[in-house]
């Protein structure tokens, strides 16, 4: 894995053995990248099951000017640390060792601008994450939330958040949402 673009590409990042992460390939990045290209420069950005922090790390070496990486997996958390001094972001790079839904209570923003969910497939952590951010102060109208998921996970939960799905993007075997508040 590696970053695609900015001020740290081509570098590679380090992730965790075994199956507990799932990193998101190249292509898929790339792809969550262009269409994001515009809101990411200047951005206040939370990586949410961040595994070994590629995403976030993208996010900074494409200008964003801060990231929180919350993960709490032993391994994954080793590998962000080692990935954020590899690419020379430990100052703009906040790490929450802490589950998701605790995290969120602890990220110090007026307004976070981007969030990536990549929680674990089949599971109900994107639901109870997504209600948990309902209630944050710094979710604004303003702040987009991806949501990398398998194909079949069902969102109509969203009906009881004040979030809705505004644009989806499916590849083979995933897909990503693109959710903001309710209008």
Same mark, same amino acid.
């Given at each position: 894995?590696?970053?695609?673009?900015?001020?740290?590409? @081509? #570098?590679?990042? /380090? %992730?965790?053995?075994?199956?507990?992460?799932?990193?998101?390939? *190249?292509?898929?990045?790339?792809?969550?990248?262009?269409?994001?290209?515009?809101?990411?420069?200047?951005?206040?950005?939370?990586?949410?099951?961040?595994?070994?922090?590629?995403?976030?790390?993208?996010?900074?070496?494409?200008?964003?000017?801060?990231?929180?990486?919350?993960?709490?997996?032993?391994?994954?958390?080793?590998?962000?640390?080692?990935?954020?001094?590899?690419?020379?972001?430990?100052?703009?790079?906040?790490?929450? @060792? #802490?589950?998701? /839904? %605790?995290?969120?209570?602890?990220?110090?923003?007026?307004?976070? *601008?981007?969030?990536?969910?990549?929680?674990?497939?089949?599971?109900?952590?994107?639901?109870?994450?997504?209600?948990?951010?309902?209630?944050?102060?710094?979710?604004?109208?303003?702040?987009?939330?991806?949501?990398?998921?398998?194909?079949?996970?069902?969102?109509?939960?969203?009906?009881?958040?004040?979030?809705?799905?505004?644009?989806?993007?499916?590849?083979?075997?995933?897909?990503?949402?693109?959710?903001?508040?309710?209008?």
């Amino acid at each position: 894995m590696r970053v695609i673009a900015g001020s740290a590409r @081509r #570098l590679l990042l /380090v %992730t965790p053995d075994g199956m507990d992460t799932r990193p998101t390939q *190249d292509k898929i990045k790339e792809t969550l990248f262009n269409i994001l290209q515009m809101d990411v420069p200047g951005s206040v950005f939370l990586d949410i099951c961040a595994g070994s922090g590629g995403i976030g790390i993208e996010a900074l070496s494409r200008g964003a000017k801060r990231a929180y990486f919350i993960e709490n997996g032993r391994a994954a958390v080793s590998c962000i640390l080692k990935n954020l001094h590899k690419t020379g972001f430990e100052e703009q790079a906040v790490l929450l @060792r #802490l589950d998701a /839904v %605790t995290a969120l209570r602890h990220v110090r923003e007026k307004e976070v *601008d981007l969030v990536y969910l990549d929680p674990p497939y089949k599971s109900d952590l994107a639901r109870r994450v997504l209600i948990a951010l309902d209630e944050q102060p710094y979710i604004t109208e303003d702040t987009r939330i991806v949501v990398e998921t398998d194909q079949e996970s069902d969102f109509s939960f969203l009906e009881e958040t004040g979030f809705e799905i505004y644009r989806e993007k499916n590849y083979r075997a995933n897909r990503h949402l693109f959710i903001r508040r309710q209008s």
